[in-house]
């Protein structure tokens, strides 16, 4: 049956057990037992699809695992401890030394720091480019390039990027396409049908959604992820089961809580796009953001951020997160509590202040996650602070 994609994430589930239980089970084990010698040994060699061991498998992270397959159109996934193990797991897996990364310049801090502090350990390389000057990624790539890296929309910026013209410059050059699509979720953009090869997603955000667990997956073709998987078997980035029932929980309301994100983000975006206090204000579904059409190709909706930048610098800046009532002040995103972060001072304070300037975050910017609270009552806090 082709159900759609609220009914697939509910009704995506584990075959119930003997007890006929509504809802899954936590499978709390960190190991599984085998019916005699020979079934173990064809479990260990493979002849066999079965649990082993929770660092390789274990009935929970597999149901997550699907169920966000399923969202992305995906082959197979394999399920982390967190966004950045994921991340990391996916460029130790498939790059060897002596290639050469091709990313977008507007990147997660932590993601940069593995370019420039722990690749080049193992002789791996990256180029960065411009996200508003795709034509010119072409003139980058060496006969070394393995792989193309990229989030959008961005962090912290909101920018985006056009999933289809770099799915179409994979293709052409045999270039592995990797997107992080975190700031989107599943439900809002599914970056596999524009051509990207793998899809990576920090679950902590928007797919857990009440700021509770740590997670991270990376979906796609099954060649790749198979690579992945053997590597996170033997190295152990796993994400835990309990963490796993959380998340496959939590994807059961993905879409009912992003498009009330969606809808507060939309007019909080608008009520600052007014505001005389503020410089700038970016949200991709703002018809004033430079990429609003590429946003609306591919986007259902603009997503839980908002960024802007208070007149007035640093200064101006800190007193406004100081003068904030309602709103946590946190580095995390998609809560359902909104959030509101420095990125200058924090995410992205391990960049210098070129490269910050490089990719558009000033000492003024603020990130806003916006969560579910009543949006009066959001608007109101942001007000009463910029005054």
Same mark, same amino acid.
């Given at each position: ?7 697939? /994430? ?59 397959? =399923? ?7 394999? /399920? ?11 460029? +130790? ?9 091709? *990313? ?19 002789? &791996? ?7 508003? +000057?795709?034509? /010119? ?33 994979? @293709?052409?050059?045999k270039l592995i396409l990797v997107i992080d699509n975190c700031f ?5 953009? =599914? ?21 509770? %667990? ?13 690579? &992945? ?14 963490? +796993?029932? %959380? ?30 206090? &503020? ?7 703002? @018809? *004033? ?11 259902? /909706?603009?997503?839980?951020?908002? +960024? ?9 800046? =800190? ?62 806090? &942001?007000? =009463?602070?910029?005054?």
């Amino acid at each position: 049956m082709n159900n759609k994609f609220e009914t697939n /994430a509910i009704r995506t589930q584990l075959k119930r057990s003997q007890n006929q239980e509504h809802s899954v089970p936590m499978y709390l084990t960190s190991s599984f037992v085998f019916e005699d010698a020979e079934d173990m040994r064809a479990s260990f060699a493979e002849e066999k699809d079965r649990n082993i061991y929770s660092r390789y498998s274990n009935p929970n992270s597999s149901e997550f695992i699907e169920k966000v397959c =399923q969202m992305e159109g995906a082959e197979t996934g394999f /399920a982390f401890a967190s966004g950045m193990a994921a991340v990391f797991s996916t460029f +130790a897996a498939l790059l060897e030394s002596g290639d050469h990364i091709l *990313s977008a310049r507007s990147i997660f801090g932590s993601t940069h720091s593995l370019f420039t502090n722990f690749l080049p350990k193992w002789n &791996i390389t990256h180029s960065y480019f411009k996200i508003d +000057a795709l034509e /010119a990624i072409e003139k980058l790539i060496t006969p070394n390039t393995k792989m193309i890296y990229a989030e959008s929309p961005t962090n912290p910026g909101v920018d985006i990027l056009d999933l289809e013209a770099l799915g179409k410059i994979a @293709k052409r050059h045999k270039l592995i396409l990797v997107i992080d699509n975190c700031f989107a979720s599943p439900y809002l953009q =599914q970056p596999i049908k524009h051509g990207a090869d793998l899809v990576i997603h920090s679950g902590t955000k928007l797919m857990d959604g009440q700021g509770r %667990v740590l997670a991270g997956i990376t979906v796609g073709r099954s060649a790749l992820i198979d690579k &992945i998987y053997r590597f996170s078997r033997i190295t152990g980035p796993a994400l835990s089961p309990f963490n +796993a029932w %959380v998340l496959s929980k939590s994807l059961e309301t993905l879409a009912v809580r992003v498009d009330r994100h969606c809808e507060n983000a939309l007019k909080l975006a608008e009520f600052l796009e007014g505001h005389e206090k &503020i410089n700038w204000v970016r949200y991709p579904f703002l @018809k *004033s953001h430079p990429k609003y059409a590429i946003a609306k190709k591919q986007m259902k /909706a603009g997503g839980c951020v908002v +960024a802007f930048e208070v007149k007035g610098g640093l200064a101006a800046g =800190q007193q406004f997160f100081d003068a904030i009532k309602l709103l946590s002040l946190s580095a995390n995103l998609g809560d359902s509590r909104s959030i509101v972060t420095h990125p200058a001072s924090t995410t992205h304070s391990k960049l210098s202040a070129e490269e910050r300037a490089e990719t558009g975050i000033t000492d003024g910017m603020v990130r806003v996650s916006v969560g579910l609270e009543h949006i009066d009552d959001i608007i109101r806090d &942001i007000h =009463q602070a910029l005054g």
